[in-house]
């Protein structure tokens, strides 16, 4: 057997679960995505009408706001009560890992009223939002001004908050880092009721480079200013289709988008937005963007795509043809473009209603699309759940770029899932070492897509049901998703939380660094306050019980480095 043959595993015998899974497309056409459209309409509805609402009446709710969460945080009986949290539903979330931190006794802080858009400010190029702005929201508003944030996520659910807190990357990711490296300031409340505003370079600079990651472990973020950027009204995609084993298809992907002389920060050189998909061992499409002007998408013989009508075909899958016709240009509405993968919800649309990518379906439902990750996840019970643990990847494997081959070979390898995505994204040097940083000396190999500054990352997204499943082999989910985490560990990558994951604590802490945030959570109070960014990641069930003890530990540690005498 080759290296890059997966191993022979035997056939696995059906359950009910499986038949419920096959079926589970009924629940979704009548019951999950009227409900959706519903929740989408009534969403925007409530936008607008904050949109209307002048800047001044936004910032005196936002402030009013504010001192609720301070009254309801100084309630709190440190003795008596759990630790903090939000009172979101544990399943309304973007994410595939239920937040079962919140099956244990907790302290509920209500911030669902922080979804305004504060201010743009055009002269300092920042947006000033609360957490709960999500992407459609702001792309909406500032896209009419020319305006976009320098990293806008693909998927318009997806929350300030969320890309903050957990992990957020995008196409401009090889210009301007993850979401979180474009943010100029967080307004956070502490444990102790007091709202700071950390930024880089004031006295909470510690707490400014430990919040990303921190999944809302730290104190309560309650608005971040973040950085915009100048656009144009469209982008100017070219498709390049690549034909090779895996290894080639990873070099066609860096050559995509980082010049071999190593003049990455030449804007001349290097494209607006980038992104790969591979979708078979042997076969994949580059895709580069560039912002175009009005004029010149409409100039004759170009083609504009507006890829957002509700019975256009899915994005992924008309990306696919460059494989059948060969290299193309088009140029896509830019907002349009930002959102290419929401619809299909990149290409799991396609195991939810297996044929919704159809054109009658499209043109008949499509404009119902897509339906709610959070209903979805509010209709499975754990049966369900842990049926798509074990028989459904939803991973993103965050590694340096030199190794994108290594990681394509071990994906076909272990998990056997196509399509994969590719995106990259600097992964900066900084003053501190935070949760997730460099390779130490990366600098020193001046390998492609590296400057002084930064190093390349790449996201390796793997999500579909594997090989394996779609054949009716055995395969442990389980099992696969440790050993990825045991390759990334070894490899100097990195497993956004939002997954399901596998990690036990020592590897959790071999994978991400505790120091920094360690320090500001004994710094700020949040130990005994907030749960710690493990356990609030961690699989399964919280008792009571697992929670008060490790929060005691970590307390205890607190209290005798405290202690120590000071040399």
Same mark, same amino acid.
């Given at each position: 057997?080759?290296?890059?043959?997966?191993p022979?595993r035997p056939?696995r015998k059906?359950?009910?679960v499986?038949?419920?899974?096959?079926?589970?497309?009924?629940i979704?056409i009548?019951?999950?995505l009227p409900?959706s459209?519903?929740?989408?309409?009534?969403t925007?509805l409530?936008d607008?009408r904050?949109?209307?609402?002048s800047?001044?009446?936004?910032q005196?709710e936002h402030d009013?706001?504010v001192?609720?969460?301070?009254k309801?945080l100084?309630?709190r009986?440190?003795?008596k009560?759990g630790l903090v949290c939000?009172?979101?539903?544990?399943?309304?979330?973007?994410g595939?890992?239920?937040v079962?931190?919140?099956?244990?006794?907790?302290f509920e802080?209500?911030?669902?009223?922080?979804?305004?858009?504060?201010?743009i400010?055009?002269?300092?190029?920042t947006?000033?939002?609360e957490?709960?702005v999500?992407?459609?929201?702001?792309t909406?508003v #500032?896209?009419? %001004?020319n305006?976009a944030?320098?990293v806008?996520? +693909?998927?318009?659910d997806?929350t300030?908050?969320?890309?903050? !807190?957990g992990?957020?990357?995008?196409g401009?990711s090889?210009?301007?880092?993850?979401?979180?490296?474009?943010v100029?300031?967080y307004e956070?409340i502490?444990a102790?009721?007091t709202l700071v505003?950390?930024?880089k370079d004031?006295?909470?600079?510690d707490l400014?480079?430990a919040i990303?990651?921190?999944q809302?472990?730290?104190?309560?973020l309650v608005?971040?200013e973040?950085k915009?950027i100048?656009i144009?009204e469209?982008m100017?995609?070219?498709?390049?289709?690549?034909v090779?084993?895996?290894r080639?298809?990873a070099?066609a992907?860096c050559d995509s988008?980082?010049?071999?002389?190593?003049?990455?920060?030449?804007?001349?050189?290097?494209?607006?937005?980038?992104?790969g998909m591979?979708y078979?061992?042997? #076969?994949?499409v %580059?895709?580069?963007g560039?912002y175009?002007s009005? +004029?010149?998408?409409k100039?004759?013989?170009n083609?504009?795509n !507006?890829?957002?009508?509700?019975?256009k075909?899915?994005?992924?899958?008309h990306?696919?043809?460059?494989?059948r016709?060969?290299?193309?240009?088009?140029?896509i509405?830019?907002?349009?473009y930002?959102?290419?993968?929401?619809?299909?919800?990149?290409w799991e649309?396609k195991?939810?209603?297996p044929f919704?990518?159809?054109w009658?379906?499209?043109?008949?439902f499509?404009w119902?699309m897509?339906?709610k990750?959070?209903?979805?996840k509010a209709?499975?019970g754990?049966a369900?759940?842990?049926?798509?643990?074990e028989?459904?990847?939803?991973?993103?494997m965050?590694v340096p770029?030199?190794k994108v081959?290594?990681a394509?070979e071990?994906?076909?390898?272990?998990?056997?899932?196509?399509p994969?995505?590719l995106c990259?994204?600097k992964?900066?040097?900084?003053?501190?070492?935070?949760?997730?940083?460099?390779?130490?000396g990366?600098e020193l190999h001046?390998r492609?897509?590296?400057t002084?500054?930064?190093?390349?990352?790449?996201?390796?997204?793997v999500?579909?049901?594997p090989?394996?499943?779609l054949r009716?082999e055995?395969f442990n989910?389980?099992e696969a998703?440790?050993k990825?985490?045991?390759w990334?560990?070894?490899n100097?990558?990195?497993q956004p939380?939002?997954a399901?994951s596998?990690?036990?604590?020592?590897n959790?802490w071999?994978?991400?660094d505790?120091?920094l945030?360690?320090?500001?959570?004994?710094?700020y109070g949040?130990?005994?306050t907030f749960?710690?960014?493990y356990?609030?990641?961690?699989?399964g069930r919280?008792?009571?019980?697992e929670?008060?003890e490790?929060?005691?530990a970590h307390?205890?540690?607190?209290?005798?480095e405290?202690?120590?005498p000071?040399?």
């Amino acid at each position: 057997m080759s290296d890059l043959e997966a191993p022979l595993r035997p056939k696995r015998k059906k359950i009910w679960v499986d038949y419920f899974v096959q079926f589970r497309w009924i629940i979704v056409i009548f019951v999950v995505l009227p409900i959706s459209f519903t929740i989408y309409f009534l969403t925007y509805l409530g936008d607008v009408r904050s949109e209307w609402k002048s800047y001044k009446t936004r910032q005196k709710e936002h402030d009013e706001n504010v001192e609720k969460i301070i009254k309801r945080l100084k309630q709190r009986n440190p003795s008596k009560d759990g630790l903090v949290c939000t009172a979101r539903k544990p399943w309304i979330a973007v994410g595939m890992r239920n937040v079962d931190y919140k099956r244990a006794r907790h302290f509920e802080v209500d911030l669902s009223a922080f979804r305004n858009i504060l201010e743009i400010d055009k002269e300092r190029m920042t947006a000033r939002v609360e957490p709960l702005v999500n992407m459609g929201q702001i792309t909406r508003v #500032t896209v009419p %001004m020319n305006l976009a944030l320098a990293v806008v996520a +693909e998927l318009d659910d997806l929350t300030v908050g969320g890309l903050i !807190n957990g992990y957020g990357i995008e196409g401009s990711s090889h210009k301007y880092g993850l979401f979180s490296d474009t943010v100029v300031a967080y307004e956070i409340i502490l444990a102790d009721g007091t709202l700071v505003r950390a930024t880089k370079d004031n006295e909470y600079s510690d707490l400014y480079y430990a919040i990303p990651w921190s999944q809302g472990t730290l104190g309560l973020l309650v608005a971040a200013e973040i950085k915009l950027i100048p656009i144009k009204e469209y982008m100017k995609v070219t498709y390049k289709p690549v034909v090779g084993n895996l290894r080639d298809l990873a070099q066609a992907y860096c050559d995509s988008f980082a010049p071999r002389d190593g003049d990455q920060d030449n804007d001349e050189k290097v494209p607006d937005f980038v992104e790969g998909m591979i979708y078979t061992p042997a #076969t994949g499409v %580059m895709m580069t963007g560039r912002y175009a002007s009005k +004029e010149e998408a409409k100039k004759k013989g170009n083609k504009i795509n !507006n890829v957002g009508w509700w019975f256009k075909p899915w994005f992924y899958q008309h990306a696919e043809t460059a494989l059948r016709k060969g290299e193309f240009v088009e140029y896509i509405p830019t907002r349009e473009y930002y959102h290419r993968h929401t619809r299909c919800l990149y290409w799991e649309g396609k195991l939810i209603l297996p044929f919704a990518d159809q054109w009658w379906f499209r043109f008949l439902f499509g404009w119902l699309m897509p339906p709610k990750v959070s209903l979805l996840k509010a209709t499975q019970g754990d049966a369900i759940r842990n049926y798509y643990h074990e028989m459904h990847v939803i991973q993103d494997m965050l590694v340096p770029l030199y190794k994108v081959g290594d990681a394509l070979e071990w994906v076909h390898r272990e998990m056997e899932v196509y399509p994969i995505w590719l995106c990259p994204h600097k992964l900066y040097k900084l003053p501190v070492k935070t949760m997730v940083y460099p390779e130490p000396g990366f600098e020193l190999h001046r390998r492609q897509g590296d400057t002084q500054t930064a190093q390349m990352y790449t996201d390796v997204g793997v999500y579909y049901a594997p090989g394996p499943v779609l054949r009716g082999e055995v395969f442990n989910g389980a099992e696969a998703v440790r050993k990825m985490e045991n390759w990334l560990i070894e490899n100097h990558g990195f497993q956004p939380q939002y997954a399901v994951s596998e990690l036990s604590e020592k590897n959790f802490w071999r994978m991400f660094d505790a120091g920094l945030y360690e320090h500001s959570r004994r710094k700020y109070g949040a130990v005994g306050t907030f749960m710690s960014v493990y356990y609030k990641s961690k699989k399964g069930r919280k008792t009571e019980k697992e929670v008060q003890e490790a929060e005691q530990a970590h307390l205890e540690t607190a209290y005798a480095e405290v202690d120590q005498p000071v040399d």
